[in-house]
């Protein structure tokens, strides 16, 4: 079995999943922009063959990096980046190599979050109020039949970039500044984000599932500047337990982990938000690895080559991650933070600046049994100084 890994140096811990695929005996391979001698020596010792492209945006350079890899290691029966930004490239791949997986007409389905709703309705939840809008007179019309606050976003984009909340008529006239034909427009709901994630087998079933909720939306923190924590949840809850699988098979996933976003709204309804069809962000997997005692670095790779999977564990702890920028003024030092958290301190560590808007300047990692411990550590961590 051999497999192609999109930019295997990035994130830094997704050479993990080359790794284990080598260590479980399939062949691994790798294209991406820097030549073989910048990669980290771990990242360069998980492949077998690479290929540099310089810049991965090239897509015809990318394509005969590609069929020069096959000449040289032979078939590919695979292709992922675990990244929503390659995602097209991935899908383009498979186009031209006839490969399982997401090809580029699947891709609307996936990214598009109108095409989404319809996915949500068939598997028996209903979406949160929205329009697709062609012209400001739509979203003037949205307004008038559901009031504000509305959330103004692109159709297709990644996390909250060129994302709005529209409270007010002064607001809403700043935005058609900016407006293109193809936003969404929805009802602003507040309440919690909650998500549901896994892994799906070559056969479609679900042999691994978590639950995480966050502090605050990430929209909101990168608007705004803030600090964010999120932790994967010791219990799904019944009603995601139910949904999630539901979409899963609507969407007829294989072979594949899924990330779906839903926000429970202060009485307690669940809506659904988008689906992803990739992990979570980066420090995410290692969070299910914490709170599960599991590696699902090694549970993706005997997936892909149809190795018999064992029951998992429930999961033990909550594992949480927590963020601060600098930015903002806290009431505890770095050095009083690292005192308190111990001894549920697992590891903290700067964050990656392409990530700094979301997930902060510097992060901990913490783990737990007692949710309340957990919590009460993460205010700690991001108390403000006040005046």
Request: glycine letters at 6%; proline letters at 8%; a negative charge.
């Given at each position: 079995?051999?497999?192609?890994?999109?930019?295997?140096?990035?994130?830094?811990?997704?050479?993990?999943?080359?790794?284990?695929?080598?260590?479980?005996?399939?062949?691994?391979?790798?294209?991406?922009?820097?030549?073989?001698?910048?990669?980290?020596?771990?990242?360069?010792?998980?492949?077998?063959?690479?290929?540099?492209?310089?810049?991965?945006?090239?897509?015809?350079?990318?394509?005969?990096?590609?069929?020069?890899?096959?000449?040289?290691?032979?078939?590919?029966?695979?292709?992922?980046?675990?990244?929503?930004?390659?995602?097209?490239?991935?899908?383009?791949?498979?186009?031209?190599?006839?490969?399982?997986?997401?090809?580029?007409?699947?891709?609307?389905?996936?990214?598009?979050?109108?095409?989404?709703?319809?996915?949500?309705?068939?598997?028996?939840?209903?979406?949160?109020?929205?329009?697709?809008?062609?012209?400001?007179?739509?979203?003037?019309?949205?307004?008038?039949?559901?009031?504000?606050?509305?959330?103004?976003?692109?159709?297709?984009?990644?996390?909250?970039?060129?994302?709005?909340?529209?409270?007010?008529?002064?607001?809403?006239?700043?935005?058609?500044?900016?407006?293109?034909?193809?936003?969404?427009?929805?009802?602003?709901?507040?309440?919690?984000?909650q998500t549901y994630d896994g892994l799906v087998d070559r056969e479609g079933k679900?042999?691994?599932?978590?639950?995480?909720?966050?502090?605050?939306?990430?929209?909101?923190?990168?608007?705004?500047?803030?600090?964010?924590?999120?932790?994967?949840?010791?219990?799904?809850?019944?009603?995601?337990?139910?949904?999630?699988?539901?979409?899963?098979?609507?969407?007829?996933?294989?072979?594949?982990?899924?990330?779906?976003?839903?926000?429970?709204?202060?009485?307690?309804?669940?809506?659904?938000?988008?689906?992803?069809?990739?992990?979570?962000?980066?420090?995410?997997?290692?969070?299910?690895?914490?709170?599960?005692?599991?590696?699902?670095?090694?549970?993706?790779?005997?997936?892909?080559?149809?190795?018999?999977?064992?029951?998992?564990?429930?999961?033990?702890?909550?594992?949480?991650?927590?963020?601060?920028?600098?930015?903002?003024?806290?009431?505890?030092?770095?050095?009083?933070?690292?005192?308190?958290?111990?001894?549920?301190?697992?590891?903290?560590?700067?964050?990656?600046?392409?990530?700094?808007?979301?997930?902060?300047?510097?992060?901990?990692?913490?783990?737990?049994?007692?949710?309340?411990e957990m919590l009460e550590l993460a205010s700690f961590a991001q108390k403000r100084?006040?005046?």
């Amino acid at each position: 079995m051999t497999w192609l890994f999109l930019s295997p140096e990035f994130p830094p811990n997704y050479h993990l999943f080359a790794w284990n695929l080598k260590l479980l005996g399939g062949v691994a391979t790798g294209i991406g922009g820097p030549p073989l001698h910048h990669l980290p020596p771990h990242v360069a010792q998980s492949l077998h063959h690479y290929e540099s492209v310089g810049d991965l945006h090239h897509t015809d350079v990318v394509m005969k990096a590609v069929h020069a890899l096959v000449h040289a290691v032979g078939p590919l029966q695979g292709v992922d980046s675990f990244n929503e930004y390659w995602l097209a490239l991935e899908a383009r791949i498979r186009d031209e190599l006839n490969l399982p997986g997401p090809r580029s007409a699947d891709l609307p389905a996936f990214q598009q979050k109108s095409m989404m709703k319809t996915y949500f309705q068939r598997a028996g939840i209903e979406p949160i109020p929205g329009t697709l809008a062609k012209d400001f007179h739509e979203i003037e019309a949205f307004v008038e039949k559901h009031g504000f606050p509305i959330i103004a976003k692109p159709d297709k984009g990644v996390g909250s970039a060129s994302t709005y909340r529209l409270s007010n008529q002064d607001q809403l006239q700043q935005f058609r500044l900016v407006f293109r034909p193809g936003y969404l427009i929805e009802k602003f709901i507040t309440g919690t984000i909650q998500t549901y994630d896994g892994l799906v087998d070559r056969e479609g079933k679900i042999i691994f599932a978590a639950s995480m909720e966050y502090s605050k939306g990430v929209a909101e923190v990168v608007n705004e500047d803030s600090d964010i924590f999120y932790y994967v949840q010791r219990e799904i809850p019944s009603d995601l337990s139910e949904i999630g699988p539901k979409i899963v098979q609507e969407y007829g996933i294989r072979a594949r982990f899924f990330h779906f976003e839903f926000i429970r709204s202060s009485e307690g309804r669940l809506y659904p938000l988008e689906v992803n069809m990739r992990p979570p962000g980066y420090p995410s997997i290692d969070l299910f690895n914490f709170a599960h005692d599991i590696d699902l670095y090694k549970l993706w790779a005997a997936v892909i080559l149809g190795q018999p999977i064992d029951p998992l564990p429930p999961p033990k702890y909550y594992a949480c991650y927590i963020s601060r920028k600098h930015s903002i003024g806290y009431s505890h030092t770095h050095e009083e933070v690292i005192r308190r958290l111990q001894p549920k301190l697992l590891y903290e560590a700067p964050t990656n600046p392409l990530f700094r808007a979301a997930m902060g300047d510097h992060h901990y990692v913490i783990r737990t049994t007692d949710k309340d411990e957990m919590l009460e550590l993460a205010s700690f961590a991001q108390k403000r100084l006040t005046l």
